[in-house]
């Protein structure tokens, strides 16, 4: 089992950048695929990127690519999403999730989950 932990997140103007961090404990954290996922008030949780355990592959949703940049530590058990770009539309509570075996960009396969940081960018 992994406990995750965000960090990172503020208020940033449009077109400002933020970096955020999924601290991760327990053991194995390279056997873990993570997910960032951002789900804004009244809106569904939806997908952002995510990463295999080992770093070797990587998935971004369509709106984010080119802009976001997800990478890992497996030393320092963390994972980072840098996000440059920013847009008031990418305002939400951003999410961590980790899961055992292939990374993936399906919310409901991952099981474990962060409490979230909030993201707010500003026009």
């Known amino acids: 089992q992994v406990q995750l932990v965000e960090s990172g997140g503020g208020l940033v103007q449009a077109g400002g950048s933020l970096r955020l961090s999924c601290a991760a404990s327990?053991?194995?954290?390279?056997?873990?695929?993570v997910g960032w996922f951002r789900q804004a008030p009244g809106k569904d949780r939806e997908f952002v990127s995510a990463?295999?355990?080992?770093?070797?592959?990587?998935y971004y949703a369509d709106s984010v690519k080119a802009r976001f940049t997800i990478s890992r530590n497996n030393v320092k058990n963390t994972v980072y999403l840098q996000m440059n770009s920013l847009k008031p539309e990418e305002t939400a509570t951003y999410y961590c999730?980790?899961?055992?075996?292939?990374?993936?960009?399906?919310?409901?396969?991952?099981?474990?989950w962060g409490q979230g940081t909030q993201v707010t960018v500003s026009s």
């Open positions: 999730a980790g899961k055992v075996g292939l990374v993936t960009r399906g919310r409901d396969d991952y099981d474990y």
């Open positions: 327990g053991r194995s954290f390279s056997s873990y695929a």
């Open positions: 990463i295999s355990g080992s770093g070797g592959t990587t």
